[in-house]
Every structure is written in structure tokens, then in C-alpha cells.
């Protein structure tokens, strides 16, 4: 289940890090003290960190959404490997 940050403006991205990372800690202490009901949710949290870190740091270099070329022949797997 993935959260869609794409449609946020920056400064709300920066807001729902700043909400998150506060949660996250929160549910770090909670784990510590034995009161979670549901461990992965940790990891859900963490990943949900990373995208909003890539989406903060792109949205920072002027990346406007689209893939360098090698890169995208790369994840369509037209590239011939070299060899």
C-alpha cells in the first residue's frame, strides 16, 4: 500500500517528513516498551521516509518527474548488456 506523495507541493512534502519522522519515533519507543500491535508497520513507516526523502532531494535538484534516458532503457530492459 503506497501513500502517493507525487501530488504534494514541496513545502507539504516537507511537512508530512517532518509528521512522519515524529511517528516514526513514536512507534520506535512503543516497540521498545512492548505496546505494538503490528511490527511491520515499522518497515511501512521507513519506506514511506525514503519516498518522501527522494521526492524532498529530487523536487530540490529541479527533477521534474522524468527519467534520464539511460536510466529509463535501463528499467525497460531495452539496454544490451555489455559485455
Do not use: C, W
Request: glycine share 4%.
Amino acid at each position: 500500500m503506497r501513500n502517493s506523495f507525487k501530488n504534494l507541493s514541496y513545502q507539504e512534502l516537507k511537512v508530512k517528513r517532518d509528521e512522519l519522522r515524529r511517528k516514526y519515533m513514536d512507534f520506535r519507543f512503543q516497540m521498545v516498551i512492548g505496546h505494538v500491535d503490528n511490527p511491520l508497520q515499522k518497515r511501512t513507516m521507513r519506506r514511506q521516509l525514503a519516498r518522501l526523502n527522494t521526492l524532498i532531494a529530487a523536487n530540490e535538484q529541479g527533477f521534474e518527474g522524468k527519467p534520464h534516458p539511460k536510466r529509463l532503457a535501463e528499467i525497460s530492459g531495452t539496454m544490451e548488456k555489455k559485455a
